[in-house]
């Protein structure tokens, strides 16, 4: 197998060690306090509390070592703590934590800008702002794309997901858990199919030649402002657009005046093998917006893109108090500068070339792993019931609370519930991959064994 020297240098074993029960009687204990605290709706994967992590584990209060696969969904991509973040964020909260940038400047948030110009796609001019989450990020980049063509319309994609405020809730496609009872939602939102090979077995050309042709009957091109598209719908199932679709959207879009939005929240900063998943085509999109694996951890969002269109809104149309805190930025300055030294893209490929073919011949052994699919260090496994492409979402349950309850934290996604997606930190040391396969594997086969 090939190895990787893990870019973590805390003392954190890096083994799996599963003491209790999980969650063990420090994290219920916990628990009751959070039930009796906290709004019951903000829910919870595993109900363990965590003590400290770094490299490829979670540490839990009853002294439980986990091995994440999660990376908190998508977040500690240079790894929990890692060494440059800590030591960034420890020198500039000492010097001052916020001055609100839109009241007085500070270098770290320009240098976090040029980092975000110089690394995403294409060679063109640009411009970068900074926000706290993905969500706001992506109502900006539709504040830009509305501001810059004067037009109203922004299409969405099935299974696609953008956010829980009200604008970003109207672009997430699904109902359940993140809209029900939370309506009326925003306007002028308009949803087409995207191509997802599994299950509709079309060419990326086809794919987008019926997006584009519903775009041009049902709204009109030139009503669009914006067309907004993760390169992989992340919380959709790592839904993997076949090749040509994307590009063939990019040209649509550019011929008619329309803003290409890549949601870069998920994919971006490594994770997929590449330092954005629209690298993967080479596509170059108007806008991109950023957050989760960019700081490390710490809050942060951004919307780069084309100087122009950057530039289009009035003088003061965008800002906030908070977006790109200096303790923030300092934090994605350290996490750009590990990915950069470490070469984590070369470890997210590592990543990929580990799980992917352990993950295929266990398909061909259980026969309800209906694809095995994603880039990089995001991968995943859709879950059918054998012979079929229905959706298994009982099972794909089953197999994550198995591997919680021996150590493995992973989580689930999909439209229809029905995927198991790893996300494992770039610093998940090989041995521990490897075990944590060997965990899931184990998982599997005897929750399928007849
Ligand atoms: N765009 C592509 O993946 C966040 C959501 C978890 P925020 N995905 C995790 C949950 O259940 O809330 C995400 C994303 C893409 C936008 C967002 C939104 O980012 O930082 O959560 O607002």
Redesign the pocket.
Known sequence: MATYSAPHADDLPQERRVLTAIPGPRSQELQARRAAAVSSAVSVTLPIFIESAGGGVLLDVDGNSLIDLGSG??VTTVGNAAPRVVAAVQEQVARFTHTCFMVTGYEGYVEVCEALNRLTPGAHEKRSALFN??????ENAIKISRAHTGRDAVVVFEH??????NL?MAMTAKNM??KQSFGPFAPEIYRVPLSYPFRDGRSGELAAAEAILKIEKEIGASNVAAIVI?PIA??GGFIVPAEGFLPRLADFARDNGIVFVA?????GFCRTGAWFGCDHEGVVPDLI?T??GMAGGL?L?AVTGRAEIMNSVHAGGLGGTYGGNPVACAAALGAIATMEELDLIGAARTIESVMVPRLRALAERTGVIGEVRGRGAMIAVEIVKPGSTTPDAELTSAVAKACHAQGVVVLTAGTYGNVLRFLPPLSMPAHLLDEALTVLEEQFLALTAR
């Not at 989450?133 to 992506?138: L, P, R, T, Y």
């Not at 696609?160 to 405020?165: D, K, L, V």
């Not at 949601?263 to 994919?267: K, S």
């Open positions: 969904i998508a989450s993905g969500a706001e990020a992506v696609g997901y953008h956010g829980r405020t970003t858990p993140y993760e992340g919380e949601d870069e929240i998920q994919t917006t957050a989760k809050p969002a």
